[in-house]
């Protein structure tokens, strides 16, 4: 269907339409509770918890829903996917900061 640029299943725009041929692949559940943390626990810029003095908790990370004021001025719901991805690409950073 990607080839011959028709989805005759669903009916799906053929600019949607992209080939999914390049190993390796990965999967993931994606199953989110909450959209989005609105405030919360405070983290600087290497996703390490503040307390309430604004100092680092050590060995203490958080991101996603975790983790507080990403979202705190505006919800943009003109961007599509900002949660999700803040959530992975901020969990991903998290993790490569406690493993240094
Ligand atoms: C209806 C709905 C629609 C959405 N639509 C979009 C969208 O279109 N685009 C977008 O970008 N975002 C969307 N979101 C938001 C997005 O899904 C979340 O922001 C994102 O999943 C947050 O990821 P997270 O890893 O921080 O939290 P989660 O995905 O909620 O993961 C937290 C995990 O921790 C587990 N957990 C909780 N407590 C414990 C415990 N005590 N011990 C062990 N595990 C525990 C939970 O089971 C869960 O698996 C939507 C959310 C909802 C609810």
Request: glycine share 14%; charged share 15%.
């Amino acid at each position: 269907m990607v080839a011959s640029q028709q989805d005759t299943d669903f009916g799906k725009e053929s600019y949607r339409l992209e080939p999914v041929d390049q190993a390796p692949y990965y999967g993931a559940i994606v199953g989110g509770r909450l959209l989005a943390t609105l405030d919360g626990l405070r983290v600087n810029t290497k996703m390490q918890v503040l307390n309430e003095q604004g100092k680092v908790i050590e060995g203490l990370y958080a991101a996603g829903n975790c983790s507080g004021g990403f979202f705190w001025g505006a919800y943009s719901d003109h961007v599509p996917g900002l949660t999700a991805s803040h959530a992975l690409t901020f969990g991903r950073l998290a993790g490569q900061y406690a493993v240094e």
